[in-house]
């Protein structure tokens, strides 16, 4: 099968071979305690006190947005770096809708300052493992993606996640940010992000846009995929094939599949319908548990970039439509989501 | 905005500059230490952790991919991107090519006793040239690819390199190199990017003019001696160069200078932003150079196996 693709494959040469990515059937089960076993971690973090710290880093603001380098305290004691950019009065006056950047793998998080620029108090959230979280945490890259796998009590995601739905406590903490206006948005593991906050804090979430969601299907994605990261838990069940049942059945409770049927908010989803990275199937198969409003935007021929060169303008939009920043019309746009 | 005529001219110490880089590297043993990774080998590939001392001295790390078979292989280098992550060269890549990714100073596994910061790592000593950690990771790049043309398994007739324009300098400063790819500029012009670029991480350089707003020209100085126009007339290698909108950086018009100044034949691939599409040209290109099969990378369920989608 290898030698017979040497070449580039039309999308209907795709669709022949794989089918439609909208009608693929996933594999993934909800666990019966699925709910029980993330409201006993919520429950946990909401003990846990958040600790928020904020220092102003003068050079890296402008005329238009202060930039604080902030922390917070989240599951397991373990203190959550990121950045914090809000407008500044004379830019824009408050109360400003909050918006959570979520990142994707491997990337660090940006410093959303031209969203701030849009009208937004966000923040740029470095959920532990990441550089300026990871003095506790820290098993490396590659690496994430099976830490602990067969175990959801100790995974990487469990509190990895837990740090991406904290950054909403954080931005609550916040006079400044208006309550009934908080958004997530990000691309990739971003996207997953996206998915795992606004089901995790679905009391406080407005809406959410997510790019070519991550972490939604693992093993449907293994399955389909020698790319970077998904091609990490192929290189584990090579290494170990007996454990293959024990990375399912933890997986199941990782993944945002059965997050999204918890996904009552507003969401745009994008995905590539040739990306090699996240297998576009699944997210389709996100799409048809969500219970509420959702626009699914495809893009033929894109990657894992996910149509973001057309998409981006329309992200933009949708945030806008119902997070409502202050200058969501001045003809300003935001920094290119990057997975 | 202007995207046609370049403003950085090449430091009269240009040469002089790069020489002294090369004679440190040359005293420097690289004290090569493999070990084989044998979770990131497949049926097709083994794949070492390679410890290389470079310029410092500093030890830094490369992912090398090595096909399974009797050889000789093409040789891939793909050149530092920015970012703490460098993982091991793609499936595909490590199917056809003695393959190799660089931890360089700074990135995860080679962050003792420098660690990079996020941004931080491109103003980093930006104000002096032979400060500037750039110096160190150009002369990690270089070491890089000394390690991989010199082993025995590499067909040294189809030694190529992929990524940034990073690439652009190697090439000029080393012989062997047979084909080049230019993905995306990153050095080339960034004296005349930045001032116009609001997204990270060029952004860092206008942050780190806010609080000193007395280095642009120490900064533009120690840019010139990074620029790739400056060293693509010594390029022999078949160049491709992807090429993005007119009228912006990265454009037609901003890629000019540099293309006409490239020493080796060359050839533009005008970026769709359709990624599939792009990655694919590429690799077709690159392929073709190195004489082995492009690779789509949409992959069949029947490739990856045993554990299957749907297997319940």
């Known amino acids: ?339 | 905005m202007t995207t046609s005529s370049q403003t950085t001219t090449a430091p009269a110490d240009l040469d002089a500059y790069w020489d002294a880089i090369d004679v440190e590297l040359a005293a420097i043993p690289a004290a090569p230490e493999s070990e084989a990774s044998a979770l990131h080998s497949t049926e097709h590939s083994t794949t070492y952790r390679v410890k290389l001392t470079s310029i410092g001295p500093y030890r830094i790390e490369i992912f090398l991919s090595i096909p399974d078979g009797p050889g000789p292989f093409p040789a891939l280098l793909l050149t530092p991107s920015y970012g703490s992550v460098v993982t091991p060269p793609s499936y595909d890549d490590r199917m056809r090519y003695v393959a190799a990714t660089i931890r360089y100073r700074g990135t995860r596994h080679a962050d003792k006793p420098y660690a990079a910061a996020f941004p931080g790592l491109l103003t980093d000593g930006i104000e002096d040239p032979d400060r500037w950690k750039f110096r160190g990771i150009f002369a990690d790049t270089l070491r890089a690819f000394e390690y991989l043309v010199g082993l025995p398994m590499v067909d040294p007739e189809h030694v190529a390199i992929n990524g940034t324009d990073a690439g652009v300098i190697v090439a000029a400063r080393r012989s062997g190199v047979s084909a080049l790819s230019v993905n995306a500029p990153f050095f080339y012009r960034l004296a005349d990017l930045y001032p116009i670029a609001e997204a990270y991480p060029f952004e860092e350089i206008n942050d780190h003019l806010r609080a000193f707003p007395d280095s642009v020209h120490a900064i533009n100085r120690t840019l010139a001696y990074f620029d790739p126009l400056h060293h693509a007339a010594w390029v022999t290698a078949d160049t491709l160069v992807s090429v993005g909108d007119a009228g912006a950086p990265g454009g037609p018009e901003w890629m000019a200078p540099l293309i006409q100044a490239l020493g080796g034949a060359v050839e533009q691939y005008a970026i769709t932003h359709e990624g599939q599409t792009d990655y694919d040209a590429v690799d077709r290109w690159l392929a073709q150079q190195q004489g082995v099969d492009p690779r789509p990378r949409m992959w069949m369920p029947q490739d990856i196996g045993p554990w299957t989608a749907n297997s319940r």
């Not at chain 1, 017979?4 to 039309?10: C, E, G, T």
Request: with cysteine.
């Open chain 1, 1 to 339: 099968m290898l030698a017979a693709l040497s070449r580039a494959l039309s999308l209907e040469e795709l669709v022949t071979i794989r089918g439609l990515a909208r009608d693929h059937q996933t594999s993934v089960q909800r666990p019966a305690d699925f709910d029980a076993f993330w409201e006993a971690i919520m429950s946990e973090l909401a003990d846990t006190p958040l600790e928020p710290t904020m220092a102003p880093v003068p050079h890296r603001s402008t005329e238009a947005v202060e930039v604080y380098e902030i922390g917070y305290t989240s599951l397991d004691g373990v203190r959550i770096g990121g950045w914090y950019c809000r407008p500044r009065e004379s830019w824009a006056t408050g109360p400003y809708p909050g918006l959570s950047i979520v990142p994707g793998y491997v990337s660090e998080p940006t410093l959303p300052k031209s969203w701030a620029k849009l009208g937004y108090a966000a923040i740029g959230v470095a959920p532990r493992g990441k550089l300026r979280s990871h003095q506790q945490f820290n098993p490396g890259y590659p690496g994430l993606l099976i830490h602990n796998i067969v175990d959801r009590n100790t995974y990487s995601y469990r509190g990895f996640y837990a740090d991406a739905a904290r950054a909403i406590d954080f931005l609550l903490a916040q006079p400044e940010v208006d309550p009934a206006r908080i958004g997530v948005h990000g691309s990739s593991q971003g996207g997953a992000l996206t998915f795992t906050t606004a089901a995790l804090r679905s009391d406080v979430i407005t809406c959410g846009a997510a790019g070519a969601p991550y972490l939604a299907g693992f093993m449907d994605c293994a399955a389909l995929t020698h790319s970077y990261p998904y091609e990490e838990i192929n290189e584990y069940l090579r290494l170990y094939p007996d454990r293959e049942d024990a990375v399912r059945s933890t997986l199941e409770y990782f993944d945002c599949i059965n997050f999204a049927s918890n996904v009552a908010c507003p969401m745009r989803i994008y995905v590539g319908l040739a990306d090699d990275v996240v297998p576009p199937e699944t997210g389709y198969n996100l799409l048809n548990v969500m219970p509420g409003e959702v626009e699914m935007i495809e893009y033929d021929r894109c990657g894992h970039d996910a149509g973001i060169y057309w998409e981006m303008p329309n992200v933009e939009v949708f945030l806008a439509r119902h997070l409502e920043p202050a200058l969501a019309d001045a003809g300003l746009h935001a920094q290119q989501t990057q997975g």
